[in-house]
Every structure is written in C-alpha cells, then in structure tokens.
Nanobody, 125 residues
C-alpha cells in the first residue's frame, strides 16, 4: 500500500511562486511514475504534470509549460511541483498521484492507483 502526503500549498499573489511536495510511503516509489492533478471548484479534476520513475521523461498540461516543473528525489521518496508565474486560473486543490510500479508515464487520472489528500493553492489577482 502507498500513502501520499502533499504539502506546500497556500495563498500567493499572481506572478508569485510555490513549491508543492509529495512524500510517499512504501518501498515502490522509485519504480513508480508520479503525477500532479488539480481540481478547481465546479470543475473536473485535470492533469497538470507527470514524471517517470527515473525522472527521464516528463509531461505537462499545455497551459503550465514553461511555468511549472515536476521533479523527484527517489532517495527521499518525494516528488515536487515547482510553480512559477502563478495565475488566478491556477487556483485549485492539487493532488499527487502514483501509478503501480513498472508502468509508464501517463496524463490520464484513471491510470493512477494511489492519491494524496490534496493541498489548496489559491492565487489572488
């Protein structure tokens, strides 16, 4: 079983930055692709970024390319989402997710088997 705990959310002004962290329990973190998703009020959950187990490949939602960076430290069982130049439309609850081991990178929420509880990001204009 894998447990994911996000941290780093908060309130920031437009143009500001935040770094989200997601720490995973369990032995399989280093073999698992990881992703970040978000859900704004009244909207469906959407893909933000993903990274494969070795950090050799990444995927991004088009609207965050060049502003957000996903990374991971397998030795700390942690995945990060660095968010720069934040915009009010980035306001959402951000969720960390993990795939089962030895599966590839994906942008589809249905491909992820483990989810964190979410952390709120609010960007004021």
């Amino acid at each position: 079983q894998v447990q994911l705990v996000e941290s780093g959310g908060g309130l920031v002004q437009a143009g500001g930055s935040l770094r989200l962290s997601c720490e995973a329990s369990g032995r399989t973190f280093g073999d698992s692709a990881m992703g970040w998703f978000r859900q704004a009020p009244g909207k469906e959950r959407e893909f933000v970024a993903a990274i494969d187990s070795s950090a050799g490949s990444t995927l991004y939602k088009n609207s965050v390319k060049g502003r957000f960076t996903i990374s991971r430290e397998n030795g700390k069982s942690t995945v990060y989402l660095q968010m720069n130049n934040l915009k009010p439309e980035d306001t959402a609850v951000y969720y960390c997710a993990a795939r089962s081991p030895h599966l590839g990178i994906s942008s589809r929420s249905g491909d992820y088997d483990y989810w964190g509880q979410g952390t709120q990001v609010t960007v004021s204009s």
